[in-house]
């Protein structure tokens, strides 16, 4: 029970974490366009100027920001609305990574001079790319890979047509 409690667990961390990747790079990347409004910028470059224990508090502000948004989320289907519920959780983790992933950009240099955080993150980047690594060689990466590519296929001909 052990063992299978411990792959549930695997499985449910691999598909965070494949969210996270999936959308790290393309919502850091629209952050930064949506920064480059001047109160923004100016905003971005006091948070980039940081020392690294503040930049760690304002890299911890969004967990906060957003948990009373969950359990709001978590109340709503508590009162029977899961689909709305359900909603607001998505979209909360979709604007969380978007937020983290900016801040994360502006903050790293600081944080990374933090010896205890930059062994900590070596670690956690090892850790998720052997998992990441594991995930990408099982049949079902493959097979999902392989549908993608076919209808990739498709949709070219179909616009080709």
Do not use: C, N
């Not at 449910?12 to 949506?34: N, T």
């Not at 969380?96 to 900016?102: E, I, M, Q, S």
């Amino acid at each position: 029970m052990t063992a299978l409690l411990r792959r549930a667990f695997g499985a449910l961390v691999a598909l965070v974490i494949l969210f996270e990747e999936w959308g790290w790079d393309p919502l850091q990347r629209l952050m930064a366009r949506i920064a480059r409004a001047p109160p923004l910028a100016w905003l971005e470059r006091r948070i980039a100027a940081l020392p690294p224990w503040a930049a760690l508090a304002v890299f911890g502000v969004p967990t906060l920001a957003l948990l009373p948004v969950k359990l709001a989320a978590l109340w709503l289907i508590g009162q029977g609305q899961s689909a709305l519920g359900l909603g607001v959780i998505v979209g909360a983790k979709i604007v969380g990574t978007a937020v983290v992933a900016r801040l994360y950009a502006l903050t790293q240099p600081a944080l990374m001079r933090m010896p205890w955080f930059a062994r900590l993150h070596r670690r956690w980047t090892a850790w998720k790319e052997a998992l990441l690594a594991r995930v990408r060689a099982s049949w079902a990466w493959r097979a999902g890979r392989a549908v993608k590519r076919r209808w990739r296929q498709r949709w070219a001909r179909w616009r080709t047509g």
